[in-house]
Structure formats: structure tokens, C-alpha cells
């Protein structure tokens, strides 16, 4: 079935970058996408972007481009997000979450545990 | 920007049904996904393609789509199926599209 097992918490200044990871087992990682979900306190559901697990190309949200950076290291079965420039209101729990292969309008039927990013001065 | 909105509380005693609502413009011509998300943990997909059932999920989940709503229902309530619900929709300008999510309370 599989299993999502990402990185832990992190505390940064405003303006830091922060990396999150996300490492699958109990599937063929390049046989799937792989989104990113974030969830600030109190809030819904926010989906940031997702990476093609075979071949690596990506497409972010208009609401990241520029500042969200999706890689992936087939060899460990880890996917990464990467958000840069950050500020308060990017304190939230970030989600990996696997898709389905070849649509776009995929379901997430794989989720990992989350990690919580904290932006104070 | 495409947008799904769904109330914000839904109250069910146990054992009676509770109906979820996501609207959204012509939602009926896309495909919802609709998740739980208990207190501290990361959501669970319940439905997906506007009806089907991942495995695991039990029968008293169900789904349906048309026109500009969609509708969780979940049959015979139990206290363990106190959560967040939220739908999901993929469209061509907004890419993947959350609902504002709704708490089930169970009374």
C-alpha cells in the first residue's frame, strides 16, 4: 500500500527558506506524482504544487511560483519541497501526498504525517 | 479562480445520516474527491471520483455530483466519524481545489 514518511519540525526567521522531505517506501516512487498540501492553523487545505516522479517535471501553484522550488532523488525515494522568502503567514503543517500516474485530476490516496514550519521572528 | 464551498458545521445524532455539501460552479461536470481529517492528523481520502470507495473506507460512506453540488453522505453515524470533511476538485485555471471544509459533529 505504502508510506509517506516526511522530515520534522521546523522553526525559521522571516526571509529563511526551509526544505521539507518526504521519503516513500512500499511503492514504485517513480511510478507516481507526488503533491505538496499545506495547512495553516484553522485553515483548509492548500495545494502548492507536485512533481512527476518518473521524469521530474513539476507545475506549482500561481499562488507559490517563484518562492516553491518540487525535486525528487529517485535513488532514496525522497521527494522535497522547498519554500523560500518566508513569512509569518507561511506557518502551517506541509503535507506530501501521492497522486494518481497519467491525470490531472488525481485523487491523494497516500498522505504523509505532516510537518509543522513555524516563521517568527 | 474556481471555488468549493461547503458549511461549516454539520451536528448528527448517532446511527442517523449526515449529508455534506460542496458547491461549486457546474461541479457536476468535474470529478470531487472528498477526504477526513481527524484532530492532528493528516486527512484520508473517503470517496473518490464522485462515488467510489478506496478500500478500507466502509460502505456508509457514499457520494454523489450534479450540477452545482456535491454531497457526502455518511449512513448510520459513529462517534469515530467526528472530523474535518473536505472535497477536492481539479480544474484547468485553479489546478487542485480545496472545499473550506466541514466539521461533523456527532451529537
Known amino acids: 500500500q505504502g508510506q509517506l514518511v516526511q522530515s520534522g519540525a521546523e522553526v525559521k526567521k522571516p526571509g529563511a527558506s526551509v526544505k521539507v522531505s518526504c521519503k516513500a517506501s512500499?511503492?514504485?516512487?517513480?511510478?507516481?506524482?507526488m503533491h505538496w498540501v499545506r495547512q495553516a492553523p484553522g485553515q483548509r487545505l492548500q495545494w502548492m504544487g507536485w512533481?512527476?516522479?518518473?521524469?521530474?517535471?513539476?507545475k506549482y501553484s500561481q499562488k507559490f511560483q517563484g518562492r516553491v522550488t518540487i525535486t525528487r532523488d529517485t535513488s532514496a525515494s525522497t521527494a522535497y519541497m522547498e519554500l523560500s522568502s518566508l513569512r509569518s503567514e507561511d506557518t502551517a503543517v506541509y503535507y506530501c501526498?501521492?497522486?494518481?500516474?497519467?491525470?490531472?485530476?488525481?485523487?491523494?490516496?497516500?498522505w504523509g504525517q505532516g510537518t509543522m514550519v513555524t516563521v517568527s521572528s | 479562480s474556481y471555488v468549493l464551498t461547503q458549511p461549516p458545521s454539520v451536528s448528527v445524532a448517532p446511527g442517523k445520516t449526515a449529508r455534506i455539501t460542496c458547491g461549486g460552479n457546474?461541479?457536476?461536470?468535474?470529478?470531487v474527491h472528498w477526504y477526513q481529517q481527524k484532530p492532528g492528523q493528516a486527512p484520508v481520502l473517503v470517496i473518490y471520483?464522485?462515488?467510489a470507495r478506496p478500500s478500507g473506507i466502509p460502505e456508509r460512506f457514499s457520494g454523489s455530483n450534479s450540477g452545482n453540488t456535491a454531497t457526502l453522505t455518511i449512513s448510520r453515524v459513529e462517534a469515530g466519524d467526528e472530523a474535518d470533511y473536505y472535497c477536492?476538485?481539479?480544474?484547468?485555471?485553479?489546478?487542485?481545489?480545496f472545499g473550506t471544509g466541514t466539521k461533523v459533529t456527532v451529537l
Open positions: 457546474n461541479i457536476g461536470s468535474k470529478s
Open positions: 512500499g511503492y514504485t516512487f517513480t511510478h507516481y506524482p
Open positions: 501526498a501521492r497522486g494518481e500516474p497519467t491525470v490531472t485530476n488525481d485523487a491523494f490516496d497516500l
Open positions: 477536492q476538485v481539479w480544474d484547468s485555471t485553479s489546478d487542485h481545489v
Open positions: 471520483y464522485d462515488g
Open positions: 512533481i512527476n516522479g518518473g521524469n521530474g517535471n513539476t
